[in-house]
């Protein structure tokens, strides 16, 4: 069965600083990947997505993410935090077409906090 | 039109009470979804519309009742639920069900069961 990771449970960074949010994938053939982001109260934002192609995905906001299939890694990153990216953030995987489940599988979540 | 919509955003209600959530989305989108969220926990699936039709019901009781009216519409109706089904209710939208596109999600409905 597919599953992603994400093994901290809160990420906490300096206003201005780079910022890395883990997240390692277990699924059978070619994953796809996606990143999501929750602020408080509100549903969830597509940051980006890995389907195929090159490994470093540019997204909304700033962000990007690196696809690491030896690994098995897909970290989200962002060169220079800001105060409002402090939120919740969501790594998921879907099987590919064909692979049997079209469900989409999230991690447990991540908390950045961007510290003024 | 980009967006997902969810009313009511806020819901209290009773054990013995029938209440409706409803979705709407106009990007022509053919799979719908319902998800339920607990606080700092990850969206957990609960049903999957693909053209109207249900395709996917992952256990869940049937106090939980969901409708798919059009392609445009998804209805999840409540009755008797328990004080443990408080959470919050995001629906979401996709292309089709087995689409690698990503879910375009709703707000969500924060609901409290008395």
């Known amino acids: 069965a597919q599953s992603v990771a994400q093994p901290e449970d809160q990420v906490n960074v300096a206003e201005g600083n780079p910022l890395t949010v883990k997240c390692t994938y277990s699924?059978?053939?070619?994953?796809?990947l996606f990143w999501y982001v929750q602020y408080p109260n509100r549903g969830l934002q597509f940051l980006l997505k890995?389907?195929?192609?090159?490994?470093l995905v540019k997204g909304s906001y700033g962000f990007e993410a690196e696809f690491n299939k030896s690994q098995t890694s897909f970290h989200l990153k962002k060169p220079s935090a800001l105060v409002s990216d402090s939120a919740l953030y969501f790594c998921?995987?879907?099987?590919?077409?064909?692979?049997?489940?079209?469900?989409?599988?999230f991690g447990k979540g991540t908390k950045l906090s961007v510290i003024p | 039109d980009t967006e997902v919509t969810q009313t009511p955003k806020h819901l209290v209600m009773g054990m013995t009470n029938k209440k409706s959530l409803k979705c709407e989305q106009h990007?022509?989108?053919?799979?719908m979804y319902w998800y339920k969220q607990k606080a700092k926990k990850p969206p957990e699936l609960m049903f999957v519309?693909?053209?109207?039709?249900?395709?996917i019901n992952e256990s869940v009781p049937s106090r939980f009742s969901p409708e798919c009216p059009n392609s445009s519409l998804l209805n999840l109706h409540l009755h008797a639920l328990q004080p443990e089904d408080s959470a919050l209710y995001l629906c979401?939208?996709?292309?089709?069900?087995?689409?690698?596109?990503?879910?375009?999600f709703g707000p969500g409905t924060r609901l409290t069961v008395l």
């Open positions: 979401a939208s996709s292309p089709r069900k087995r689409s690698y596109n990503e879910q375009f």
């Open positions: 699924v059978s053939g070619n994953p796809y």
């Open positions: 890995y389907i195929t192609g090159d490994n």
């Open positions: 998921a995987v879907r099987d590919p077409p064909g692979a049997g489940s079209y469900q989409l599988t």
């Open positions: 990007m022509g989108h053919r799979a």
């Open positions: 519309y693909s053209y109207e039709k249900l395709s």
